[in-house]
Protein backbone atom coordinates (compact mmCIF):
# COMPACT_ATOMS: atom_id res chain seq x y z
CA UNK A 1 0.00 0.00 0.00
CA UNK A 2 1.65 3.25 -1.26
CA UNK A 3 -0.26 5.92 0.57
CA UNK A 4 -0.76 6.04 4.24
CA UNK A 5 -3.91 4.07 5.57
CA UNK A 6 -6.11 6.32 7.68
CA UNK A 7 -5.40 5.63 11.30
CA UNK A 8 -2.11 6.41 10.41
CA UNK A 9 -3.08 9.76 8.97
CA UNK A 10 -5.14 10.40 12.39
CA UNK A 11 -2.12 9.05 14.86
CA UNK A 12 0.42 11.78 12.90
CA UNK A 13 -2.48 14.06 13.28
CA UNK A 14 -2.87 13.36 16.76
CA UNK A 15 0.53 13.89 17.76
CA UNK A 16 0.86 16.92 15.27
CA UNK A 17 -2.25 18.33 17.20
CA UNK A 18 -0.17 17.73 20.82
CA UNK A 19 3.05 19.30 19.78
CA UNK A 20 1.40 22.02 18.58
CA UNK A 21 -0.62 22.45 21.87
CA UNK A 22 2.36 24.78 23.57
CA UNK A 23 2.06 27.12 20.97
CA UNK A 24 -1.23 27.96 21.81
CA UNK A 25 -2.26 27.49 25.23
CA UNK A 26 -0.15 27.73 28.29
CA UNK A 27 -2.95 27.10 30.63
CA UNK A 28 -1.29 24.55 33.18
CA UNK A 29 -4.26 22.39 33.48
CA UNK A 30 -4.83 21.92 29.77
CA UNK A 31 -0.66 20.96 29.20
CA UNK A 32 -1.20 18.66 32.20
CA UNK A 33 -4.01 16.75 30.38
CA UNK A 34 -1.96 16.70 27.13
CA UNK A 35 0.95 15.03 28.66
CA UNK A 36 -1.25 12.86 30.78
CA UNK A 37 -3.10 11.22 27.24
CA UNK A 38 0.38 10.68 26.17
CA UNK A 39 2.05 9.13 28.55
CA UNK A 40 -1.22 6.71 29.65
CA UNK A 41 -1.61 6.25 25.73
CA UNK A 42 2.50 5.31 25.88
CA UNK A 43 1.71 2.71 28.45
CA UNK A 44 -0.95 1.21 26.85
CA UNK A 45 1.27 0.79 24.17
CA UNK A 46 3.92 -0.66 26.11
CA UNK A 47 0.96 -2.93 27.01
CA UNK A 48 -0.12 -3.85 24.26
CA UNK A 49 3.53 -5.37 22.67
CA UNK A 50 2.18 -7.89 25.04
CA UNK A 51 -1.21 -8.39 25.28
CA UNK A 52 -1.91 -6.75 21.92
CA UNK A 53 0.58 -8.23 19.44
CA UNK A 54 2.18 -11.30 21.42
CA UNK A 55 -1.41 -11.96 22.84
CA UNK A 56 0.12 -12.29 26.39
CA UNK A 57 -2.86 -10.56 28.02
CA UNK A 58 -1.52 -9.54 31.72
CA UNK A 59 -3.04 -7.88 34.56
CA UNK A 60 -0.05 -7.15 36.45
CA UNK A 61 1.39 -4.41 34.33
CA UNK A 62 1.83 -1.99 37.52
CA UNK A 63 4.44 -4.44 38.81
CA UNK A 64 6.88 -3.07 35.94
CA UNK A 65 5.45 0.44 36.26
CA UNK A 66 6.34 0.60 40.01
CA UNK A 67 9.41 -0.79 39.53
CA UNK A 68 10.35 1.91 36.82
CA UNK A 69 8.09 4.55 39.17
CA UNK A 70 10.20 3.59 42.63
CA UNK A 71 13.69 3.32 41.05
CA UNK A 72 13.56 6.62 39.33
CA UNK A 73 11.69 8.00 42.67
CA UNK A 74 14.47 6.07 45.33
CA UNK A 75 17.63 7.13 43.20
CA UNK A 76 16.62 10.85 43.09
CA UNK A 77 15.04 11.11 46.72
CA UNK A 78 17.65 8.62 48.81
CA UNK A 79 20.49 8.54 46.73
CA UNK A 80 20.18 12.11 44.84
CA UNK A 81 21.38 10.82 41.62
CA UNK A 82 19.51 11.94 38.40
CA UNK A 83 16.42 10.18 38.15
CA UNK A 84 17.80 9.20 34.52
CA UNK A 85 19.76 6.87 36.05
CA UNK A 86 16.97 5.52 37.99
CA UNK A 87 15.09 4.96 34.84
CA UNK A 88 18.26 2.43 33.32
CA UNK A 89 18.08 1.08 36.60
CA UNK A 90 14.13 0.55 36.66
CA UNK A 91 14.27 -1.15 32.87
CA UNK A 92 17.08 -3.70 34.23
CA UNK A 93 15.15 -4.83 36.95
CA UNK A 94 11.68 -4.86 34.92
CA UNK A 95 13.78 -7.16 32.06
CA UNK A 96 14.69 -9.65 34.61
CA UNK A 97 11.33 -9.18 36.31
CA UNK A 98 9.40 -9.32 32.38
CA UNK A 99 11.59 -12.64 32.15
CA UNK A 100 9.86 -14.36 34.61
CA UNK A 101 6.87 -13.36 33.88
CA UNK A 102 7.46 -14.23 30.13
CA UNK A 103 8.69 -17.87 31.76
CA UNK A 104 5.20 -18.05 33.69
CA UNK A 105 3.27 -17.69 29.97
CA UNK A 106 5.07 -20.81 29.10
CA UNK A 107 3.87 -22.35 31.79
CA UNK A 108 0.26 -20.80 31.95
CA UNK A 109 -2.28 -19.59 29.50
CA UNK A 110 -5.10 -17.34 28.99
CA UNK A 111 -7.05 -16.04 32.08
CA UNK A 112 -3.97 -18.18 34.93
CA UNK A 113 -1.64 -16.32 33.02
CA UNK A 114 -3.51 -13.00 33.68
CA UNK A 115 -4.52 -13.92 37.37
CA UNK A 116 -0.68 -15.43 37.83
CA UNK A 117 0.41 -11.55 36.37
CA UNK A 118 -2.28 -9.81 39.22
CA UNK A 119 -0.48 -11.76 41.96
CA UNK A 120 2.93 -10.71 40.66
CA UNK A 121 2.22 -6.99 41.38
CA UNK A 122 0.45 -7.65 44.32
CA UNK A 123 3.48 -9.23 45.81
CA UNK A 124 5.64 -5.77 44.98
CA UNK A 125 3.26 -4.15 46.81
CA UNK A 126 3.43 -5.44 49.79
CA UNK A 127 7.26 -5.72 49.73
CA UNK A 128 7.15 -2.03 48.72
CA UNK A 129 4.42 -1.33 51.59
CA UNK A 130 6.85 -3.39 54.37
CA UNK A 131 10.11 -2.84 53.24
CA UNK A 132 10.25 0.30 55.55
CA UNK A 133 14.13 1.16 55.76
CA UNK A 134 14.14 0.82 52.01
CA UNK A 135 11.30 2.55 50.63
CA UNK A 136 9.67 4.29 53.48
CA UNK A 137 7.00 1.73 52.86
CA UNK A 138 2.94 3.11 52.88
CA UNK A 139 4.06 6.61 53.49
CA UNK A 140 5.38 7.13 50.25
CA UNK A 141 8.12 8.93 48.27
CA UNK A 142 8.10 11.97 47.77
CA UNK A 143 10.49 13.18 45.08
CA UNK A 144 12.62 16.21 45.11
CA UNK A 145 12.15 19.14 42.54
CA UNK A 146 15.67 19.77 41.19
CA UNK A 147 15.34 21.86 38.09
CA UNK A 148 17.18 20.83 34.78
CA UNK A 149 17.17 17.53 32.15
CA UNK A 150 19.54 15.75 33.55
CA UNK A 151 17.32 15.97 37.09
CA UNK A 152 13.92 15.81 35.62
CA UNK A 153 12.89 18.72 37.03
CA UNK A 154 11.12 20.49 33.96
CA UNK A 155 8.04 22.51 33.20
CA UNK A 156 4.80 21.19 31.54
CA UNK A 157 6.23 22.86 28.17
CA UNK A 158 9.37 20.39 28.80
CA UNK A 159 7.52 17.57 29.74
CA UNK A 160 5.02 17.78 27.27
CA UNK A 161 7.56 17.36 24.02
CA UNK A 162 9.46 14.76 26.56
CA UNK A 163 6.24 12.74 26.71
CA UNK A 164 5.60 13.24 23.34
CA UNK A 165 8.63 11.94 21.97
CA UNK A 166 8.26 8.94 24.42
CA UNK A 167 4.86 8.39 23.18
CA UNK A 168 5.86 8.78 19.44
CA UNK A 169 8.73 6.23 20.09
CA UNK A 170 6.27 3.57 21.79
CA UNK A 171 3.81 4.26 17.97
CA UNK A 172 6.74 3.59 15.97
CA UNK A 173 7.48 0.52 17.69
CA UNK A 174 4.34 -0.83 17.44
CA UNK A 175 4.12 0.12 13.50
CA UNK A 176 7.41 -1.62 13.07
CA UNK A 177 5.38 -4.83 14.74
CA UNK A 178 2.75 -4.63 12.42
CA UNK A 179 5.12 -4.32 9.14
CA UNK A 180 8.44 -6.95 10.13
CA UNK A 181 8.79 -10.25 10.50
CA UNK A 182 9.05 -10.55 14.08
CA UNK A 183 5.72 -9.10 14.47
CA UNK A 184 4.43 -11.48 12.02
CA UNK A 185 5.61 -14.14 13.95
CA UNK A 186 4.08 -12.57 16.95
CA UNK A 187 1.05 -12.87 15.11
CA UNK A 188 1.16 -16.32 14.49
CA UNK A 189 2.03 -16.87 17.92
CA UNK A 190 -1.26 -14.90 19.03
CA UNK A 191 -3.55 -17.11 16.56
CA UNK A 192 -2.27 -20.20 17.15
CA UNK A 193 0.94 -21.38 18.97
CA UNK A 194 1.12 -25.28 17.95
CA UNK A 195 0.81 -24.04 14.09
CA UNK A 196 3.16 -21.12 14.85
CA UNK A 197 5.47 -24.29 15.97
CA UNK A 198 4.90 -26.19 12.82
CA UNK A 199 6.34 -22.84 10.57
CA UNK A 200 9.51 -23.04 12.37
CA UNK A 201 8.40 -20.44 15.09
CA UNK A 202 10.75 -20.44 18.19
CA UNK A 203 6.84 -19.16 20.32
CA UNK A 204 8.29 -19.16 23.93
CA UNK A 205 10.89 -17.20 22.90
CA UNK A 206 9.14 -14.89 21.10
CA UNK A 207 6.35 -14.63 23.66
CA UNK A 208 9.20 -13.89 26.30
CA UNK A 209 10.89 -11.21 24.06
CA UNK A 210 7.49 -9.65 23.52
CA UNK A 211 6.67 -9.86 27.31
CA UNK A 212 10.12 -8.51 28.07
CA UNK A 213 10.32 -5.45 25.28
CA UNK A 214 6.96 -4.61 27.10
CA UNK A 215 7.98 -4.48 30.67
CA UNK A 216 11.05 -2.18 29.89
CA UNK A 217 8.60 0.33 27.79
CA UNK A 218 6.15 0.27 30.96
CA UNK A 219 9.29 0.67 33.52
CA UNK A 220 10.71 3.76 31.48
CA UNK A 221 7.30 5.63 31.52
CA UNK A 222 6.71 4.79 35.36
CA UNK A 223 10.40 6.31 35.87
CA UNK A 224 8.84 9.20 33.81
CA UNK A 225 5.53 9.11 35.48
CA UNK A 226 7.44 9.25 38.93
CA UNK A 227 9.35 12.51 38.44
CA UNK A 228 6.40 14.58 36.62
CA UNK A 229 3.85 13.61 39.31
CA UNK A 230 6.84 13.88 42.65
CA UNK A 231 5.39 11.34 44.32
CA UNK A 232 5.29 7.75 44.62
CA UNK A 233 3.26 5.30 47.09
CA UNK A 234 2.79 1.54 47.10
CA UNK A 235 -0.82 1.61 46.88
CA UNK A 236 -0.67 3.70 43.72
CA UNK A 237 1.94 2.50 40.98
CA UNK A 238 1.37 -1.14 41.96
CA UNK A 239 -2.71 -1.02 42.25
CA UNK A 240 -4.80 -3.07 40.01
CA UNK A 241 -6.28 -0.40 39.09
CA UNK A 242 -3.45 0.79 36.63
CA UNK A 243 -2.80 -2.52 35.16
CA UNK A 244 -6.25 -2.91 34.55
CA UNK A 245 -6.36 0.90 32.67
CA UNK A 246 -3.31 0.39 30.23
CA UNK A 247 -5.18 -3.08 29.43
CA UNK A 248 -8.47 -1.42 29.15
CA UNK A 249 -6.87 1.95 27.25
CA UNK A 250 -5.92 -0.47 24.40
CA UNK A 251 -9.15 -2.58 24.45
CA UNK A 252 -11.48 0.48 24.63
CA UNK A 253 -9.19 2.15 21.79
CA UNK A 254 -8.45 -1.36 19.51
CA UNK A 255 -6.45 -4.15 20.95
CA UNK A 256 -3.36 -5.06 18.76
CA UNK A 257 -3.45 -2.11 16.70
CA UNK A 258 -0.85 1.12 16.98
CA UNK A 259 -3.49 3.68 17.30
CA UNK A 260 -5.87 1.92 19.62
CA UNK A 261 -4.08 2.39 22.80
CA UNK A 262 -3.91 6.42 22.36
CA UNK A 263 -7.36 6.71 20.63
CA UNK A 264 -8.49 4.51 24.57
CA UNK A 265 -6.37 6.96 25.94
CA UNK A 266 -7.40 9.90 24.60
CA UNK A 267 -10.82 8.67 25.23
CA UNK A 268 -10.94 7.74 28.93
CA UNK A 269 -8.06 10.12 29.88
CA UNK A 270 -10.09 13.40 29.23
CA UNK A 271 -13.26 11.73 30.41
CA UNK A 272 -11.86 11.20 33.71
CA UNK A 273 -10.47 14.31 33.95
CA UNK A 274 -13.59 16.01 32.87
CA UNK A 275 -15.77 14.23 34.88
CA UNK A 276 -13.55 14.75 37.78
CA UNK A 277 -13.18 18.30 37.72
CA UNK A 278 -16.93 18.87 36.57
CA UNK A 279 -18.04 17.34 39.35
CA UNK A 280 -15.71 16.67 42.12
CA UNK A 281 -16.03 20.39 43.33
CA UNK A 282 -19.40 20.70 43.03
CA UNK A 283 -20.86 18.34 45.46
CA UNK A 284 -18.40 15.89 47.94
CA UNK A 285 -21.26 13.11 47.00
CA UNK A 286 -20.65 13.27 43.28
CA UNK A 287 -16.76 12.36 43.44
CA UNK A 288 -17.01 9.01 42.55
CA UNK A 289 -19.67 9.48 39.81
CA UNK A 290 -16.95 9.86 37.25
CA UNK A 291 -16.31 6.30 38.13
CA UNK A 292 -19.77 5.03 37.46
CA UNK A 293 -19.84 6.91 33.58
CA UNK A 294 -16.04 5.22 33.14
CA UNK A 295 -18.07 2.23 33.51
CA UNK A 296 -20.86 2.74 31.30
CA UNK A 297 -18.58 3.16 28.61
CA UNK A 298 -16.64 0.57 29.12
CA UNK A 299 -20.08 -1.70 28.98
CA UNK A 300 -21.20 -0.02 25.96
CA UNK A 301 -17.57 -0.49 24.16
CA UNK A 302 -17.29 -4.14 24.97
CA UNK A 303 -21.03 -4.58 24.10
CA UNK A 304 -21.37 -3.27 21.01
CA UNK A 305 -17.81 -2.65 19.62
CA UNK A 306 -15.54 -5.29 21.52
CA UNK A 307 -12.56 -5.05 18.15
CA UNK A 308 -12.56 -1.06 20.08
CA UNK A 309 -13.20 2.41 18.64
CA UNK A 310 -10.20 1.54 15.87
CA UNK A 311 -12.78 -1.30 14.63
CA UNK A 312 -15.59 1.47 14.64
CA UNK A 313 -13.67 3.55 12.35
CA UNK A 314 -12.57 0.32 10.11
CA UNK A 315 -16.10 -0.80 9.74
CA UNK A 316 -17.38 2.73 8.98
CA UNK A 317 -14.34 3.04 6.12
CA UNK A 318 -15.44 0.08 4.63
CA UNK A 319 -18.97 0.98 4.24
CA UNK A 320 -18.01 4.58 3.03
CA UNK A 321 -16.00 2.88 0.65
CA UNK A 322 -18.92 0.66 -0.34
CA UNK A 323 -20.92 3.37 -0.67
CA UNK A 324 -19.16 5.61 -2.99
CA UNK A 325 -18.32 2.52 -5.03
CA UNK B 1 15.47 -39.67 4.96
CA UNK B 2 12.95 -40.46 8.28
CA UNK B 3 13.71 -43.23 10.22
CA UNK B 4 11.41 -44.39 13.61
CA UNK B 5 13.53 -46.59 15.98
CA UNK B 6 10.94 -48.38 17.51
CA UNK B 7 8.85 -45.72 19.06
CA UNK B 8 6.84 -45.83 21.94
CA UNK B 9 4.41 -42.64 23.23
CA UNK B 10 2.30 -43.39 26.42
CA UNK B 11 -0.68 -41.72 28.36
CA UNK B 12 -0.67 -42.74 31.77
CA UNK B 13 -1.50 -46.27 31.76
CA UNK B 14 -2.29 -46.23 27.70
CA UNK B 15 0.13 -46.54 24.83
CA UNK B 16 -0.59 -44.52 22.15
CA UNK B 17 2.26 -45.74 19.81
CA UNK B 18 3.53 -49.19 20.79
CA UNK B 19 7.45 -50.02 19.41
CA UNK B 20 6.48 -48.47 15.67
CA UNK B 21 9.60 -48.50 13.53
CA UNK B 22 9.55 -46.90 10.38
CA UNK B 23 11.41 -46.01 7.00
CA UNK B 24 10.93 -43.65 4.94
CA UNK B 25 13.04 -42.36 1.52
CA UNK B 26 13.70 -39.24 -0.18
CA UNK B 27 10.45 -39.23 -2.89
CA UNK B 28 8.60 -41.46 -1.14
CA UNK B 29 4.56 -40.55 -0.58
CA UNK B 30 3.87 -42.93 2.28
CA UNK B 31 0.37 -43.36 3.45
CA UNK B 32 -0.83 -44.17 7.13
CA UNK B 33 -4.15 -45.78 7.83
CA UNK B 34 -5.80 -46.93 10.78
CA UNK B 35 -9.03 -47.27 12.62
CA UNK B 36 -10.00 -44.09 15.33
CA UNK B 37 -7.32 -44.38 17.83
CA UNK B 38 -4.93 -46.10 16.49
CA UNK B 39 -2.00 -43.68 17.27
CA UNK B 40 -1.99 -42.17 13.57
CA UNK B 41 -1.97 -38.39 14.82
CA UNK B 42 0.14 -39.66 17.89
CA UNK B 43 2.95 -40.79 15.87
CA UNK B 44 3.05 -37.30 13.76
CA UNK B 45 2.84 -35.37 17.16
CA UNK B 46 5.85 -37.79 18.08
CA UNK B 47 7.96 -37.06 14.38
CA UNK B 48 7.70 -33.31 14.56
CA UNK B 49 8.23 -32.96 18.15
CA UNK B 50 5.00 -32.05 19.77
CA UNK B 51 5.20 -35.49 22.62
CA UNK B 52 8.63 -36.44 23.33
CA UNK B 53 8.52 -40.43 23.21
CA UNK B 54 8.99 -42.73 26.11
CA UNK B 55 11.34 -44.80 24.33
CA UNK B 56 13.31 -44.75 20.57
CA UNK B 57 14.44 -42.20 18.41
CA UNK B 58 13.31 -40.26 15.10
CA UNK B 59 16.30 -39.77 12.94
CA UNK B 60 15.49 -36.75 10.58
CA UNK B 61 18.05 -36.83 7.01
CA UNK B 62 20.48 -39.14 9.67
CA UNK B 63 20.12 -36.34 12.33
CA UNK B 64 18.54 -37.42 15.79
CA UNK B 65 15.88 -34.87 16.25
CA UNK B 66 14.12 -36.61 19.34
CA UNK B 67 13.40 -34.60 22.01
CA UNK B 68 13.48 -31.08 19.56
CA UNK B 69 10.75 -28.68 20.29
CA UNK B 70 8.19 -28.52 16.70
CA UNK B 71 10.57 -25.27 15.84
CA UNK B 72 13.84 -26.73 15.26
CA UNK B 73 11.79 -29.45 13.63
CA UNK B 74 10.08 -27.47 11.19
CA UNK B 75 13.48 -25.54 10.67
CA UNK B 76 15.36 -28.81 9.64
CA UNK B 77 12.43 -28.97 6.74
CA UNK B 78 10.07 -31.54 8.62
CA UNK B 79 6.75 -29.91 8.86
CA UNK B 80 3.16 -30.67 9.43
CA UNK B 81 -0.42 -30.22 8.88
CA UNK B 82 -3.44 -30.05 11.79
CA UNK B 83 -6.24 -32.57 11.31
CA UNK B 84 -8.00 -29.47 13.10
CA UNK B 85 -7.63 -27.18 10.97
CA UNK B 86 -5.39 -24.43 12.73
CA UNK B 87 -5.24 -21.06 10.72
CA UNK B 88 -4.25 -17.82 12.24
CA UNK B 89 -8.24 -17.20 11.77
CA UNK B 90 -8.00 -13.44 12.49
CA UNK B 91 -5.37 -13.15 9.68
CA UNK B 92 -5.95 -12.78 5.60
CA UNK B 93 -4.64 -16.07 3.82
CA UNK B 94 -1.72 -14.29 2.44
CA UNK B 95 -0.07 -13.28 5.96
CA UNK B 96 -0.78 -16.72 6.92
CA UNK B 97 1.35 -17.83 3.90
CA UNK B 98 3.87 -15.17 4.30
CA UNK B 99 4.14 -15.97 7.98
CA UNK B 100 5.32 -19.64 7.40
CA UNK B 101 7.58 -18.27 4.19
CA UNK B 102 9.17 -16.00 6.68
CA UNK B 103 10.93 -18.94 7.86
CA UNK B 104 13.44 -19.26 5.45
CA UNK B 105 13.01 -15.84 4.37
CA UNK B 106 13.50 -13.26 6.51
CA UNK B 107 12.98 -10.12 4.72
CA UNK B 108 9.21 -9.68 4.13
CA UNK B 109 9.37 -8.48 0.77
CA UNK B 110 10.65 -11.97 -0.35
CA UNK B 111 8.49 -13.78 1.85
CA UNK B 112 5.26 -11.96 0.52
CA UNK B 113 6.32 -12.70 -2.80
CA UNK B 114 7.09 -16.54 -2.42
CA UNK B 115 3.94 -17.00 -0.34
CA UNK B 116 2.31 -15.81 -3.52
CA UNK B 117 3.35 -18.60 -5.70
CA UNK B 118 2.89 -20.84 -3.04
CA UNK B 119 -1.01 -19.44 -2.53
CA UNK B 120 -1.24 -20.13 -6.46
CA UNK B 121 0.10 -23.09 -6.45
CA UNK B 122 -2.65 -24.51 -4.23
CA UNK B 123 -5.67 -22.69 -5.94
CA UNK B 124 -5.80 -20.00 -3.12
CA UNK B 125 -5.62 -17.06 -5.44
CA UNK B 126 -8.76 -15.32 -5.24
CA UNK B 127 -8.97 -15.73 -1.43
CA UNK B 128 -5.73 -14.28 -1.01
CA UNK B 129 -7.12 -11.17 1.29
CA UNK B 130 -9.82 -13.79 2.65
CA UNK B 131 -9.78 -13.46 6.52
CA UNK B 132 -8.40 -16.98 7.08
CA UNK B 133 -11.69 -17.62 9.42
CA UNK B 134 -14.10 -16.93 6.48
CA UNK B 135 -13.21 -19.88 4.69
CA UNK B 136 -14.82 -22.78 4.44
CA UNK B 137 -13.16 -25.89 4.89
CA UNK B 138 -12.55 -27.33 2.29
CA UNK B 139 -10.02 -24.22 1.62
CA UNK B 140 -9.17 -24.08 5.23
CA UNK B 141 -7.66 -27.60 4.33
CA UNK B 142 -5.98 -25.90 1.69
CA UNK B 143 -4.67 -23.23 3.69
CA UNK B 144 -2.97 -25.70 6.14
CA UNK B 145 -1.53 -27.34 2.97
CA UNK B 146 -0.20 -24.26 1.71
CA UNK B 147 1.22 -22.55 5.03
CA UNK B 148 3.16 -26.20 5.75
CA UNK B 149 4.78 -25.37 2.30
CA UNK B 150 5.71 -21.94 2.34
CA UNK B 151 8.62 -22.89 5.02
CA UNK B 152 9.96 -25.50 1.97
CA UNK B 153 9.65 -28.40 3.95
CA UNK B 154 11.69 -31.36 2.37
CA UNK B 155 9.35 -33.99 4.42
CA UNK B 156 5.72 -32.65 4.98
CA UNK B 157 3.30 -35.29 6.90
CA UNK B 158 -0.72 -34.18 6.04
CA UNK B 159 -2.77 -35.39 8.51
CA UNK B 160 -6.64 -36.07 7.12
CA UNK B 161 -6.16 -33.07 4.69
CA UNK B 162 -9.53 -34.52 2.47
CA UNK B 163 -11.36 -35.45 5.60
CA UNK B 164 -14.96 -33.92 5.58
CA UNK B 165 -15.17 -32.65 1.72
CA UNK B 166 -17.11 -33.34 -0.54
CA UNK B 167 -16.22 -35.59 -3.84
CA UNK B 168 -15.49 -32.14 -5.94
CA UNK B 169 -13.16 -30.92 -3.53
CA UNK B 170 -11.99 -34.54 -2.68
CA UNK B 171 -10.36 -34.23 -6.28
CA UNK B 172 -9.12 -30.88 -5.90
CA UNK B 173 -7.19 -31.55 -3.02
CA UNK B 174 -5.51 -34.97 -4.20
CA UNK B 175 -4.63 -33.10 -7.54
CA UNK B 176 -2.73 -30.88 -4.97
CA UNK B 177 -1.09 -33.70 -2.87
CA UNK B 178 -0.14 -34.95 -6.20
CA UNK B 179 1.32 -31.30 -7.40
CA UNK B 180 2.87 -30.86 -4.01
CA UNK B 181 5.12 -34.10 -4.44
CA UNK B 182 5.97 -33.38 -8.13
CA UNK B 183 7.04 -30.72 -6.65
CA UNK B 184 9.83 -32.87 -4.71
CA UNK B 185 8.43 -33.12 -1.24
CA UNK B 186 8.63 -36.05 0.52
CA UNK B 187 5.15 -37.21 1.81
CA UNK B 188 3.41 -39.08 4.91
CA UNK B 189 -0.15 -38.89 4.81
CA UNK B 190 -2.81 -39.96 7.06
CA UNK B 191 -6.20 -40.79 5.47
CA UNK B 192 -9.32 -42.41 5.85
CA UNK B 193 -10.58 -42.01 2.32
CA UNK B 194 -9.53 -45.07 1.15
CA UNK B 195 -10.45 -44.82 -2.40
CA UNK B 196 -8.06 -41.67 -2.32
CA UNK B 197 -5.52 -43.40 -0.63
CA UNK B 198 -5.48 -46.33 -2.68
CA UNK B 199 -4.52 -44.11 -5.80
CA UNK B 200 -2.35 -41.89 -4.16
CA UNK B 201 0.34 -43.90 -1.93
CA UNK B 202 3.08 -45.74 -3.09
CA UNK B 203 2.95 -47.20 0.26
CA UNK B 204 1.05 -47.89 3.03
CA UNK B 205 1.37 -48.75 6.72
CA UNK B 206 -1.61 -49.61 8.69
CA UNK B 207 -1.54 -48.94 12.81
CA UNK B 208 -3.75 -50.62 15.17
CA UNK B 209 -4.29 -50.38 18.86
CA UNK B 210 -1.01 -47.96 18.28
CA UNK B 211 1.01 -51.09 16.60
CA UNK B 212 2.02 -50.99 12.85
CA UNK B 213 0.17 -54.28 12.03
CA UNK B 214 0.74 -54.46 7.92
CA UNK B 215 3.08 -52.06 5.91
CA UNK B 216 2.80 -52.73 2.10
CA UNK B 217 1.88 -51.48 -1.84
CA UNK B 218 -1.87 -50.53 -1.32
CA UNK B 219 -2.75 -54.07 -3.33
CA UNK B 220 -0.92 -55.98 -0.56
CA UNK B 221 -2.78 -53.62 2.21
CA UNK B 222 -5.93 -54.64 0.45
CA UNK B 223 -5.34 -58.38 0.50
CA UNK B 224 -3.80 -58.72 4.25
CA UNK B 225 -6.28 -60.51 6.20
CA UNK B 226 -5.36 -58.19 9.25
CA UNK B 227 -5.95 -55.12 8.09
CA UNK B 228 -9.41 -56.21 6.27
CA UNK B 229 -10.29 -57.57 9.95
CA UNK B 230 -9.22 -54.98 11.93
CA UNK B 231 -10.03 -51.75 9.64
CA UNK B 232 -11.63 -52.52 5.81
CA UNK B 233 -14.15 -55.27 6.99
CA UNK B 234 -15.17 -57.92 4.65
CA UNK B 235 -17.09 -55.49 2.27
CA UNK B 236 -14.81 -53.84 1.08
CA UNK B 237 -13.46 -54.27 -2.66
CA UNK B 238 -10.36 -52.89 -4.00
CA UNK B 239 -12.37 -52.93 -7.79
CA UNK B 240 -14.63 -50.47 -5.99
CA UNK B 241 -11.84 -48.39 -4.04
Known amino acids: MSRLAPDRWAAVAMFAVAALTPLVVRDAFLLDSVILILLWGALSAAWNVAGGYAGQVSLGHAAFFGIGAYAAALMSARYAQS?????????????????????????????????????????????????????????????????????????????????????????????????????????????????AEALGIATRRRKVQA?????????????????????????????IDLSVRFALNSIIGGIGTALGPFLGSLLITSL???????????????????????GVVLILIVRFAPDGLTGIAGRFWAWRARAHA | ???????????????????????????????????????????????????RPEEGRVRFEGRDVTGLPPHAIARLGLTRTFQIVK???????????????????????????????????????PHRYARARALPIALRKRLEVARALATRPRLLLLDEVMAGLNPTELVGIVDLVRRVHAEGVTLIVIEHVMAAMMRLAQRIVMLHHGEKIAEGTPQEIAHDRRVIDAYLGDEFNLAEA
Open chain 1, 272 to 294: ETYLRATFSGVEASFTGIYLIIY
Open chain 1, 211 to 239: IVVSAAMTSACGSLWAQYVGFVDPSHVFS
Open chain 2, 1 to 51: MLTLEAVTKRFGGLTAVRAVSLEVRAGDLLGIIGPNGAGKTTLFNVIAGYY
Open chain 1, 83 to 195: PWLGLAVGVALSVVAGALIGYLSNRLKGPYFALSTIAFAEVLKIVASRWRGFTSGSEGVPVPYRPGFWTLGLGHVAWLYLILVVAVGCYALQVYLERSRVGYQLAGVREDEDA
Open chain 2, 87 to 125: PFGNLSVADNVMIGALTRLPRVAHARAEAERVIDLCGLG
